[in-house]
């Protein structure tokens, strides 16, 4: 009887951890999204950005993105909503509207275009992966080819 018992709470806490990690899978991944207020060319037409975008994400102002800026805001799971106060033109109305997005799972840093996304694209157009790129700087040498305060050949320890 014991051993029945064993073999049933063991096999439900595998189950228990299995259903655990799917509903982990699905909501629990992080993204880390950029919102990127620049021209964009699709289909061989160019989407020009407007004057100044406002970018709320959970009720907080993450972004004020004037003509070629970037945002950025955290995510977690693939629903993601944003609040966007458009200005088209400089002194112009603001326009609100409330986006609703499916973010890529197997994306960590996702760039989305907000003149795409206002444009009302598919998501290959307004979504792209963030790749960060690193700068290697090189180490210039002095002008004169020899450091001045260098100790010759004939320095004797």
Sequence with gaps: MKSKRRIFFCAGAVVLLVVLAAVMMVIGRGHTVYFDNVALEYNGQTYEPPYKVKV?????????????????????????????????????????????????????????????????????AWCSEFIQTIVVEEEEEPAGGEDEFAIGDDFDI
């Design 56 to 124: 709320e994400v959970k009720g907080e102002q993450v972004a004020n993105l004037h003509a070629k800026d970037r945002g950025m805001s955290i995510w977690i799971g693939q629903n993601f909503k944003m609040m966007v106060d458009v200005t088209e033109e400089k002194g112009g109305p603001e326009q609100r509207y409330a986006l609703s997005l499916t973010l890529p799972y197997q994306m960590d840093g996702i760039i989305i275009n907000i003149p795409a996304v206002m444009a009302g694209l598919p998501q290959e």
